[in-house]
């Protein structure tokens, strides 16, 4: 299989009619019912759709936290599929960024102890080095005052930066966010948007799982699933600005 299109575009991510059934008790769940598409490098890819649709169920196929029942996934050209589990979790650990709803970030724990954590995973990589890369990270997503504070000690926002950052510490292949502004509010979300318009502009793959359609006028292009099916997959041609609209919102009461 190559992985070079036509117009030589690097293939990053490949599903070849990917099925995931889920049984419980005498019922079998058809979460994903046959979805394929190609991602190619520099896309900022957003997914759409009801709840229950089908996109967490989707984005764990894609971050190799779940296999599929059925159907192929090629992750940079490595079928995902014929791997066994611990060398799924290395490929995971070094192609992929996850950043969730919820920040998933340690406890009382300092943002650079928690973006140096993806790294300890690989013995190549000194302690000196971890450090380094992990201030660099953090200085990538505006929170270069906040190295040592903990997580409750920090604003939604900022612990959703240091998640960023946490996902980008390894320089992975491909940045996957589930509902990465569900927790913010209008302004928050936007000033995470600009980041992740950064990002992209900077050359980074993303795939961001979203309910809020506003969020597709930001990126390059948006897949709508639809029970489980590819009910729609489109390139935006008319990338908004999330940073005139957040220029634009209106003041917040602290302003
Ligand atoms: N581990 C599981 N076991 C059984 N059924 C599951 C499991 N995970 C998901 N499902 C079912 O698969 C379907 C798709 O779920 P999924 O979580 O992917 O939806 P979603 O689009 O992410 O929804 P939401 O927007 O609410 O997060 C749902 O009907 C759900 O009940
Ligand atoms: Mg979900």
């Known amino acids: 299989m190559s992985d070079i299109n036509s117009d030589n575009r690097k293939v990053v991510i490949e599903l070849q009619n990917v099925f995931r059934d889920f049984h419980v008790g005498d019922e079998t769940v058809h979460a994903l ?10 896309e900022f890819v957003t997914i759409m759709g009801k709840s229950g649709s089908g996109k967490s ?6 971050g190799c936290l779940d296999t599929p029942s059925r159907g192929e996934y090629y992750l940079d050209g490595i079928s995902v599929r014929k791997m066994k589990k611990p060398e799924r979790a290395v490929l995971r650990n070094r192609k992929i960024g996850f950043v969730f709803q919820n920040y998933n970030l ?3 724990t300092t943002s650079i102890e928690n973006v140096e954590l993806p790294l300890m995973y690989n013995p190549g990589i000194s302690a000196k080095e ?3 890369r992990s201030i660099e990270a953090l200085k990538a997503v505006g929170l270069g005052n906040r190295l040592y504070h903990k997580s409750n000690q920090m604003s939604g926002g900022q612990m959703q930066r240091v998640a ?3 996902a980008l510490v390894n320089n992975p292949a491909v940045l996957l966010a589930d509902e990465a502004t569900g927790n913010l509010d209008t302004r928050t979300s936007f000033e995470i948007l600009v980041l992740f318009q950064k990002l992209h502009a900077a050359g980074r793959t993303i795939i961001f799982v979203t309910h809020n359609p506003d969020i597709a006028n930001y990126s390059s292009r948006n897949i709508v699933l ?18 005139k609209a957040l220029a634009e919102l209106p003041p917040s009461r602290d302003d």
Not at 33 to 42: A, L, M, N, Q
Not at 57 to 62: E, G
Not at 232 to 239: F, G, L, P
């Open 164 to 166: 960023i950052a946490r």
């Open 106 to 108: 340690l406890p009382k």
């Open 226 to 243: 639809r029970d489980g099916i590819v009910r729609s997959d489109e390139v935006n041609n008319n990338i908004l600005s999330a940073a």
């Open 57 to 62: 169920t989707l984005l764990n196929q894609l």
């Open 33 to 42: 019912r046959g979805v394929s598409f190609k991602i190619y490098e520099g």
């Open 130 to 132: 971890r450090r380094e």
